[in-house]
C-alpha cells in the first residue's frame, strides 16, 4: 500500500493543518497523535445529537468538496434512467 499527496485541496481543506494524502485509494488525512485521541475522546463523550449533527456537517463538507471538483463520477438524468432500465450502452 502506498501513500501519495494529494494533488488537488479544496479551498476549505487547505485551511486546515492536516496533510491529505491517498491510501489505498481513499483519502486519508495524517493528524498528529494528541490530535486523533482528542477527536476519538470527543466522539465517545459527544451526545448523540452531537455525532449525529457532526456526521451530517461531515456530509456536506464532503458534498461542497465533490461539487467544486466538478462532480467527477455524476451522470445525469438521463444516463441514470438508461442504466436502471437496462438501456446502458
Known amino acids: 500500500m502506498s501513500a501519495e499527496p494529494i494533488e488537488h485541496l479544496p479551498a476549505e481543506a487547505a485551511a486546515e493543518p492536516y496533510e ?16 486523533l ?9 459527544a451526545s448523540a445529537d ?6 451530517a456537517e461531515a456530509m456536506y463538507a464532503q458534498f ?11 451522470m445525469s438524468h438521463e444516463e441514470v434512467t438508461r442504466f436502471l432500465l437496462g438501456e446502458a450502452e
Open 64 to 74: 461542497r468538496e465533490w461539487e467544486a471538483a466538478g462532480r467527477p463520477g455524476a
Open 50 to 55: 452531537a455525532l449525529e449533527e457532526a456526521d
Open 20 to 35: 491529505v494524502i491517498h491510501l489505498g485509494g481513499e483519502a486519508a488525512a495524517v493528524v498528529p497523535l494528541h490530535d
Open 37 to 45: 485521541r482528542r477527536m476519538k475522546a470527543l466522539e465517545r463523550l
